[in-house]
């Protein structure tokens, strides 16, 4: 089974400034690949990057991915005030624990 | 564009049966090679995959769960179901509905969820 670690637990950052999330798979598997997405409270999850680096439909270019293996990242170039939310990564049938991106 | 929804009773009793239905609209169940699934996630906690349906019939179960899950389709309707036996209080969370796209290219198997329903609260009490 899969383990995926999110660091930090929670970042603590202010609006414009850039972010970088990261997740990190207990083995690397014949899957190379990872989705991201986030939550904001009282609503579902909502897909940002699926295969790694492909961002969703609608998803602005402020967001990016990266990785392979078992490192990938999640960066925001610069944090808009609706980004502020919990994100999730995933792989396979496994999730992150998440990182809460907060208003600092 | 495919929009789910799901429903069903939101107070279920200790040791009985939790139910779910999961429509979908904007779209037909059948058409893609999507598999459909259901994620829950107890409150101010992560999300844990319970388990997803192909529209043959053809089911996947979380190991940790199997023994209590059972999910069904019923395309004649556009909706999946979700049943979990023997509720405790530990199976208390916000159940989601979600299509699963998945993607087999050499050496690799991609996967992700897209769309989701948006949720209903499932409590076990008494």
């Known amino acids: 089974e899969i383990v995926l670690t999110q660091s930090p637990g929670t970042l603590s950052l202010s609006p414009g400034e850039r972010a970088t999330l990261s997740c990190r798979a207990s083995?690397?598997?014949?899957?190379?690949?990872l989705a991201w997405y986030q939550q904001k409270p009282g609503q579902a999850p909502r897909l940002l990057i699926y295969?790694?680096?492909s961002r969703a439909t609608g998803i602005p270019d402020r967001f990016s991915g990266s990785g392979s293996g078992t490192d990938f990242t999640l960066t925001i170039s610069r944090l808009e005030p609706e980004d502020f939310a919990v994100y999730y990564c995933?792989?396979?049938?496994?999730f992150g624990g998440g990182t809460k991106v907060e208003i600092k | 564009q495919v929009q789910l929804q799901e429903s069903g009773p939101g107070l279920v009793k200790p040791s009985q049966t939790l139910s779910l239905t999961c429509t979908v609209s904007?779209?037909?169940?059948?058409?893609?090679?999507?598999?459909w699934s259901w994620i829950r996630q107890p409150a101010g906690k992560g999300l844990e995959w319970i388990g997803r349906?192909?529209?043959?019939?053809?089911?996947n179960y979380n190991p940790s769960l199997k023994s209590r899950v059972t999910i069904s389709v019923d395309t004649s309707k556009n909706q999946f179901s979700l049943k979990l036996s023997s509720v405790t209080a530990a199976d208390t969370a916000v159940y989601y509905c979600?299509?699963?796209?998945?993607?087999?290219?050499?050496?690799?198997?991609?996967?992700?969820?897209?769309?989701w329903g948006q949720g209903t609260l499932v409590t076990v009490s008494s």
């Open positions: 083995q690397s598997v014949s899957s190379s690949y």
């Open positions: 979600a299509r699963e796209w998945i993607v087999v290219v050499p050496a690799a198997i991609d996967n992700w969820f897209d769309p």
């Open positions: 295969g790694a680096s």
């Open positions: 904007g779209g037909s169940i059948s058409s893609g090679s999507y598999y």
């Open positions: 349906i192909y529209t043959s019939g053809s089911t």
């Open positions: 995933q792989q396979f049938r496994t």
